[in-house]
């Protein structure tokens, strides 16, 4: 597509917004939600209240659910330890991962089921 034909294309996209914006202007509930909203945060800020205090007052427990997601989400059980002895060498090696440097080494010169067989625990 042309740089053109884009513009054309986000210049009727606009005009058709704002066509659309002029029409909400006129919506008779939409000025209602807006007085209802201009009053309520009038309200609020003289009496020194927060929307999250309101949210507090009518539902207390909605507070309790956020925490309780997330804190399942972090706990994460720990790595379990892995020791290999290499009957070669007797060389002992305990790594939490298959990230350990010694221990791709020896996948890589005896074999990935060779060195699961040397695992201890």
Not at 10 to 18: G, I, K, N, S
Not at 68 to 76: D, E, F, H, W, Y
Not at 93 to 100: V, Y
């Amino acid at each position: 597509m042309s740089r053109l034909a884009a513009f054309r294309k986000l210049e009727r996209q606009l005009a058709d917004q704002l066509a659309e914006l002029e029409a909400m202007k006129g919506d008779s509930g939409l000025k209602k939600e807006m007085e209802f909203e201009s009053k309520l945060r009038a309200l609020l800020a003289e009496y020194g209240y927060s929307l999250k205090n309101i949210i507090d007052l009518l539902d207390p427990q909605a507070v309790r659910h956020v925490p309780a997601l997330t804190a399942s989400k972090a706990v994460r059980k720990a790595r379990e330890v892995k020791i290999y002895k290499n009957p070669n060498t007797g060389e002992l090696i305990e790594a939490k991962g298959g990230n350990h440097r010694q221990l791709k080494e020896w996948k890589s010169e005896f074999g990935a089921d060779a060195v699961e067989s040397w695992r201890i625990q």
